[in-house]
């Protein structure tokens, strides 16, 4: 019986401590991410990233994750810039939106194709969302970024190409999410983006919300960006703000 009593502890002792290695490998790795993939943000500091200049500490570590406040006193670009630029590539990124104290009062109804739903009078219908603003820009464009945000259409969108008229149907379409992949505000998601030529794949949460979509006139290599957005006004907020925060950043070039 103590033989029995001995040999369970063992057993409970070494399952516990199996256990508690694959869970700090999944903390610092992230879930599902393969070995062959290199890490962006190792949890402690900026390392591999262009801080911008006059930031004052608004990009900052907290809790082990990427966080900001969307109050960077930079002068000009207050977006966070991996210090490499890149051309193919796969890239994980878990991001959270904190919390969103700017009410947008014009957010569209946007169809499948793209375009704007419009009234029995030609106008736009608009809607009132609580509603934060970043993205995920790449190849150095802020025009080709993957938005997060909390529109109903979804985070995924590449809203530069989407709102350009000049680009044809086809490409706007391709350039709008399926569905809404995200989670609750305040949760983290995770987006998986694939870059090939001109050619962006979006999966959000294990979903595919953009499929190949082709992106006219992309540069062909560029860094990868964290998205500033927005403002205040006598102290209160006039657009939708950055109140983001980013992890487990792994890149795989291709």
């Given at each position: ?17 199996i256990l508690s290695i ?19 943000f190792n949890g402690k ?122 680009l044809s149907p086809e ?84």
């Amino acid at each position: 019986m103590i033989m029995k009593t001995r040999v369970y502890l063992c057993l409970i002792t070494s399952l516990f401590f199996i256990l508690s290695i694959t869970n700090a490998q999944h903390k610092s790795k992230g879930m599902g991410i393969p070995d062959d993939f290199i890490s962006l943000f190792n949890g402690k500091d900026l390392t591999h990233w262009k801080v911008p200049e006059g930031d004052n500490g608004h990009w900052k570590i907290l809790d082990g994750v990427i966080d900001y406040d969307a109050e960077s006193e930079a002068v000009r670009d207050k977006s966070l810039w991996t210090e490499k630029s890149y051309r193919d590539f796969i890239l994980f990124v878990d991001w959270r939106i904190k919390a969103t104290p700017w009410k947008n009062t014009s957010v569209p109804l946007i169809l499948p194709s793209g375009l704007h739903k419009l009234n029995e009078k030609g106008k736009e219908i608009k809607m009132v969302v609580p509603d934060s603003d970043s993205g995920i820009m790449l190849r150095g464009t802020p025009k080709c970024q993957t938005n997060i945000w909390c529109w109903p259409i979804g985070s995924g969108e590449v809203y530069g190409y989407r709102m350009d008229r000049s680009l044809s149907p086809e490409v706007r379409r391709a350039v709008t999410p399926r569905y809404n992949a995200d989670h609750n505000i305040g949760e983290w998601n995770t987006f998986k983006i694939t870059l090939v030529r001109n050619l962006l794949t979006v999966e959000l949460n294990g979903h595919i919300v953009i499929e190949d979509a082709e992106l006219p006139g992309l540069p062909q290599e560029g860094p990868i960006g964290l998205q500033h957005h927005g403002h205040k006004v006598d102290g209160e907020w006039a657009s939708p703000p950055s109140l983001v925060q980013f992890r487990n950043i792994h890149i795989k070039e291709l």
